[in-house]
């Protein structure tokens, strides 16, 4: 006897252990930096993504910095909108980040080398090395939705076309 065809299964979350996350490149002018990360899937198996990454700055020997978080920002890179992202063995989905890197007024400075960056929906994280980071007011971040490079809103940055 044939067995009918199951639907198809949603794919799992994508863990930090599935995934190699990396810098992939970075611009800045006026004060404004920002930085590219991708996040290829690893795994034999299909996983998915969707939301935002947590992200914590870290000093030389990983120690927690001051860091706030904030979902999307004033800057197109950052303000895109949230997608479904599903990825294949060796597929790339992508996130941007921004920051301030010019004090103002008594505000601080966080400045990283490495940062410890969580797949969104998860607990589990992967620390990724990067060149330095001067993440003004008290270490505040704006980072956007993981998205694919087929999002034309966030590839306006340092994310690559394909």
């Not at 197109?76 to 479904?84: G, I, K, Y």
Request: a negative charge; hydrophobic letters at 40%; glycine letters at 12%.
């Amino acid at each position: 006897p044939t067995v009918p065809a199951s639907p198809a299964v949603a794919a799992a979350a994508c863990q930090p252990s599935q995934l190699h996350i990396a810098r992939l490149g970075s611009g800045g002018a006026a004060g404004t930096i920002e930085v590219t990360f991708s996040l290829t899937n690893t795994s034999a198996m299909r996983c998915a993504l969707h939301g935002y990454p947590g992200m914590e700055l870290l000093d030389a020997s990983g120690g927690h910095l001051a860091t706030m978080v904030t979902r999307g920002g004033g800057l197109t890179f950052e303000n895109v909108a949230v997608t479904d992202v599903s990825l294949a063995p060796g597929q790339t989905a992508y996130f941007n980040l921004g920051y301030g890197d010019v004090p103002v007024g008594m505000t601080t400075c966080s400045v990283a080398s490495q940062v410890e960056i969580t797949p969104p929906k998860d607990r589990s994280f992967a620390v990724v090395r990067v060149p330095q980071i001067d993440a003004c007011g008290g270490g505040t971040l704006h980072v956007s939705p993981v998205f694919t490079s087929t999002d034309a809103a966030a590839m306006t940055t340092t994310a690559p076309s394909r």
